[in-house]
């Protein structure tokens, strides 16, 4: 027997107001991932916890398969997404702020 695609009716409220996150938290337990999604401000240390989203095991990883192909498709239309390199903080690098310049350079 083959397997079909259920067809879902995927309702969104007018009234749903979208979250801006630039920084997660990911915990989990043996049958839970938990993600925390925030708002970091550059050179704020205090990050926002804005939304809380608890899927089983299976359901991450299904979203992390669907996360991937959706960024394989971006990517092919907008080019590739450059990320910091290897060993760079990444929190650092978005969030580190401007340094100033080194002394005895005035510019």
């Given at each position: 027997m083959a397997n079909k695609r259920q067809q879902l009716n995927v309702e969104l409220p007018t009234n749903l107001e979208p979250?801006?996150?630039?920084?997660?938290?990911?915990?989990?337990?043996?049958?839970?991932?938990?993600?925390?999604?925030?708002?970091?401000?550059?050179?704020?240390?205090?990050?926002?916890?804005?939304?809380?989203?608890?899927?089983?095991?299976?359901?991450?990883?299904?979203f992390l398969r669907a996360l991937q192909e959706n960024l394989s498709k971006y990517e092919a239309t907008h080019g590739e997404i450059h990320m910091p390199g290897q060993g760079d903080d990444l929190a650092r690098a978005f969030f580190g702020g401007i340094q100033p310049p080194p002394e005895g350079d005035e510019g």
């Open positions: 979250t801006y996150a630039n920084f997660v938290l990911i915990t989990h337990s043996p049958s839970e991932v938990i993600m925390d999604f925030a708002q970091a401000m550059p050179n704020q240390p205090q990050v926002r916890v804005k939304s809380r989203l608890v899927m089983t095991p299976l359901n991450a990883k299904l």
